[in-house]
């Protein structure tokens, strides 16, 4: 027999291939197999591989987008932890712009969050619709207040100081630039030659209209030259800057999000926050399967049904088909797997990662619900893995602490620049408002608690420069894993996975030591440039 008669014909290959699929022969597990608690035991993200399969895309062709509730959908699944040293203003607005959201921390006074929310909703604009307005008379003292307080200082100038009435001229940092008198009146120092947009204009004749006229602000006004909005420069090049930015469908403003509690104080809470032009908000409880957040859901969903509500935190189907029942358009997963949280080890309560993503989600995608993987997340490993067991977002602290959008100064140890990143479970949180309970106390029911238990630590960890930096690398990265496993977006590596087609496998300890670095006398981990 020749060497060439030894073996069947290549072409045989392929029909081995088409064979292996009709007949559930794939090699690996499926994601059912892989997570039968039963023979595998409760799994986290470390403990299994997804195996790679066919490309014909290129990575940038990877779409990202994902619903994080019912009825948003980002183009980036990254959001950021209500976390007190993760998420504030500038964490929230940088989120938003790539695309992504953040969830502000309620372990704060309610105006004090509730002036955050307003602070990202005013970043960017379509059109302006509620515009800040003077007087004439006027002076610019008020400009210069305004300024203080929101941050710009292009303000329209009206008969009565409102939005409806005449529009006689318009301020900004230019008119008053080098007036050091700062009692002078508007009158005397507002620009009265404007470019102006009529009534009924669409954004993009407006945008371009804006362009052509070089002005920072464009007012548009009606028939009897009263002002209806103004449209802002500084968005349009927001626009060009960040493509991804996640925005409300009509106002065009950056999306919000915010925790609050499920305590009967929360529901005033929330009233400013919805004022302020929240757009979701979550519930914030280590155990989520109450009859606190139920009632609090079905009290959202009734008074204010423009609301998003993303309830939590859950590990099981059982928790997860409560809070579906009572209306909760989004489900958060996770009990204590993050990295500053100790309620598995100090309360024995709690679910792997791994395991509880994708059992919730599998329920939970019944009823057309997205649920967040919440913890344990870090690196993009983890995010690929949690968005392949059916999660549609990833909620980050520890991956996003030490950025420079993060809340906290910046400190040397041993030669390291480091933040402080801490646990809404530590006692370090829990404290931060004295003895009358706060956003902390109240996510682990201990407002009257005479003892604190602690569920998390405090510590720091090291800077990661900007998540404007650090963001798009968690992005790219994405996108190359979804071109490694042979999908090319979210959706479709999660209908593989529901399918059998997106296949798995279980990691031994030696497979993982062998997975990461190794055999090195020493190395530089640089993740990216």
């Known amino acids: 027999m020749t060497v060439q008669n030894q073996y069947p014909d290549i072409a045989q290959a392929l029909k081995d291939l088409e064979a292996a699929g009709a007949k559930n022969r794939r090699d690996g597990l499926s994601a059912e197999e892989l997570m039968d608690s039963v023979t595998q035991g409760g799994l986290t993200y470390n403990d299994f591989l997804i195996l790679p399969g066919f490309i014909n895309f290129q990575a940038h062709a990877v779409q990202l987008e994902s619903k994080i509730t019912k009825r948003i959908t980002l183009k980036t699944p990254f959001i950021s932890s209500p976390m007190d040293t993760v998420t504030e203003t500038d964490m929230a607005i940088a989120m938003a712009l790539l695309g992504g959201i953040g969830i502000l921390h309620h372990n704060c006074t309610p105006e004090q969050q509730a002036d955050m929310v307003r602070k990202v909703k005013k970043f960017e604009n379509g059109f302006i619709t509620d515009p800040v307005c003077l007087t004439e008379n006027h002076t610019v003292a008020d400009v210069l207040s305004i300024k203080d307080k929101f941050g710009f200082c292009g303000i329209p100038i009206t008969e009565n100081g409102k939005l409806g009435s005449k529009l006689v001229g318009i301020v900004t940092a230019r008119d008053i630039q080098f007036v050091n008198d700062h009692t002078t009146l508007l009158k005397d120092c507002m620009t009265t030659d404007m470019v102006l947009a009529q009534e009924g204009v669409t954004l993009e004749e407006a945008n371009s209209i804006l362009c052509q006229s070089k002005k920072g602000k464009l007012p548009v006004v009606n028939s009897n030259g009263e002002l209806c909005s103004l449209l802002a420069r500084s968005d349009l090049l927001k626009n060009q800057n960040f493509p991804l930015a996640s925005k409300a469908f009509k106002s065009k403003q950056l999306l919000c999000g915010a925790a609050i509690g499920t305590r009967p104080d929360d529901r005033e809470r929330l009233s400013l926050l919805v004022a302020a032009g929240l757009d979701v908000v979550v519930l914030d ?143 370090d949180a829990m404290e931060k408002a004295g003895d009358g309970g706060n956003g902390s106390t109240k996510r682990y029911y201990s407002e009257s608690d005479s003892v604190k238990v602690a569920q998390g630590v405090s510590g720091s960890v090291v800077d990661k420069g900007s998540i404007k930096k650090f963001v798009p690398y968690l992005y790219t990265g994405l996108q190359h894993s979804l071109q490694d496993i042979g999908v090319d977006s979210i959706e479709a590596m999660k209908d593989g996975m529901r399918e059998g087609s997106v296949r798995f496998e279980r990691r031994t300890a030696a497979a993982q030591a062998e997975g990461g670095v190794h055999s090195l006398h020493s190395y530089t981990k640089r993740l990216f440039s």
């Not at 959008?405 to 910046?410: A, C, F, I, L, V």
Request: hydrophobic share 40%.
């Open 285 to 427: 409880s280590s155990q989520g399967n109450s009859s606190f957040q139920i009632e609090m859901i079905q009290w959202i969903k009734e008074t204010y049904p423009e609301i998003d509500v993303i309830a939590g935190n859950v590990v099981v189907w059982e928790q997860a088909a409560r809070l579906i029942a009572a209306g909760a358009d989004g489900l958060r997963v996770g009990m204590g797997s993050g990295s500053i949280c100790i309620t598995q080890e100090v309360m024995a309560c709690g679910r792997p990662q791994g395991t509880a993503v994708y059992k919730v989600a599998q329920f939970a995608a019944k009823y057309g619900v997205p649920v967040i993987a919440d913890g344990g997340i870090g690196n993009i490993g983890h995010i690929t893995k949690a968005l392949a067991l059916g999660a549609s977002g990833v909620m980050m602290g520890g991956l996003l602490a030490g950025t420079t959008e993060s809340p906290g100064e910046y400190f040397y140890l041993d030669g390291q620049r480091l933040k402080k990143y801490r646990g809404m479970g530590s006692l």
